[in-house]
């Protein structure tokens, strides 16, 4: 029997995740903390929001 550690890989950098560091996302994935973080704030960046539609308007 070979000993195999476990290499958890964040799925959102690929690079291999600490499992003391790492962040369990809503998918069960193995996720840095901090991509975990960069996930949601993007998410919530491309999410459509009510954002201001500035019509250009001749304002002269
Ligand atoms: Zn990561």
Do not use: F
């Not at 996720?31 to 308007?57: D, G, I, M, W």
């Amino acid at each position: 029997m070979s000993p195999s550690p476990v290499r958890t890989c964040c799925w959102i950098c690929g690079r291999a995740c600490p499992l003391e560091n790492c962040k369990i996302d809503e998918h069960g994935l193995a996720v840095h903390e901090e991509c975990y973080v960069a996930r949601v704030v993007l998410k919530s960046a491309t999410n459509p929001s009510q954002k201001n539609r500035v019509l250009e308007t001749g304002d002269e």
